[in-house]
C-alpha cells in the first residue's frame, strides 16, 4: 500500500469537543469498515481550523471513496513515498 497525507480544511475543528472528534472518528471508523482492507488510517493532527491525517491505501481512489462515504471533506492529497526521522542520520 502507498502512504497518504490528506489535508483537510475544517474551520473551528481545533476546538470541536472530544465528543465531537470521537464522531468525526466514528464516520470515519464506519467508511473504512465498508471500504475492506484497500485503505487504512493511521493517525490525523488537529490544528487550529485543519487537520493532517495519514492513511495507507491501495490508491488515491480509496481516498477519495473514504470522503464521500465518511462526508469528511478533502483539501489535498498528497502520496508521501519516503519518512525521515532522527534515526535516519544513524544509517
Not at 490528506?6 to 481545533?14: F, K
Not at 493532517?52 to 481512489?61: N, T
Not at 492529497?77 to 519516503?82: A, F, G, L, R
Request: aromatic fraction near 6%.
Amino acid at each position: 500500500m502507498k502512504r497518504f497525507m490528506i489535508e483537510r480544511n475544517i474551520p473551528g475543528i481545533g476546538d470541536f469537543s472530544l465528543t465531537e472528534l470521537c464522531g468525526a472518528a466514528r464516520a470515519s471508523n464506519q467508511a473504512l469498515a465498508s471500504i475492506g482492507p484497500s485503505i487504512q488510517w493511521q493517525h490525523s493532527y488537529v490544528a487550529a481550523n485543519k487537520t493532517f491525517c495519514i492513511y495507507l491505501a491501495e490508491s488515491e481512489g480509496d481516498i477519495r471513496r473514504h470522503a464521500e462515504l465518511s462526508g469528511i471533506p478533502i483539501t489535498s492529497i498528497t502520496e508521501v513515498p519516503q519518512i525521515i526521522d532522527p534515526l535516519t542520520a544513524n544509517n
